[in-house]
């Protein structure tokens, strides 16, 4: 089995659609998409997200110490666009799509989305093409409760909204 084969299962997989952030040595804001994301544990709080190896975050995080997990809504698909690299824009130009503030940690945060995780770095594990970021979780930032979650599967992007219950 090669890895074709192997991607094209993982495109079955859906995700919810995320935007890993974090902050450079001159401070720059740089951030990508990622559905790679998942709760480590509850106590404490951690969780860890996978990113390519060659990308921004990979490459700032483990030197700024810092990294957000940032959960978009179903109407935040054009900031999840931009940080795919599907828009033209590049680094702190991304930061223009959506509202954004600054994280306890210093990293940033998307305003208004599902939830955020503003995290300080515990370790950093590289395999293969990608790092994966274990992080601390310092502070979880709660969104709006009612809505749709924006998730990607099949190479699309599509909405989930929880069933009331």
């Known amino acids: ?11 079955q997989v859906a995700g919810a659609v995320t935007v890993v952030t974090t902050r450079g040595p001159d401070g720059e804001r740089r951030g990508v998409t990622a559905t790679a994301v998942c709760s480590l544990s509850a106590e404490p709080p951690s ?3 996978c990113v390519n190896r060659s990308s921004w975050v990979a490459q700032f995080a483990p030197a700024s110490g810092v990294f957000a997990v940032n959960v978009l809504a179903a109407d935040q698909e054009a900031i999840a666009r931009a940080f795919a690299g599907q828009t033209g824009l590049v680094g702190e130009d991304r930061f223009r799509v959506g509202a954004w503030r600054e994280g306890a940690t210093g990293a940033p945060l998307v305003g208004d989305c599902r939830a955020a995780f ?3 770095l ?3 594990v590289e395999h293969a093409s990608h790092l994966i970021l274990v992080g601390h979780v310092a502070e979880t930032i709660l969104g709006a409760a009612a809505g749709a979650s924006l998730v990607y599967v099949n190479g699309t992007f599509t909405t989930v ?3 009331a219950g």
């Open 47 to 49: 969780l860890i997200a």
């Open 161 to 163: 909204t929880a069933a």
């Open 118 to 120: 503003d995290c300080r």
């Open 1 to 11: 089995m090669g890895p074709e084969r192997f991607c094209q299962g993982m495109r």
């Open 122 to 124: 515990d370790r950093a």
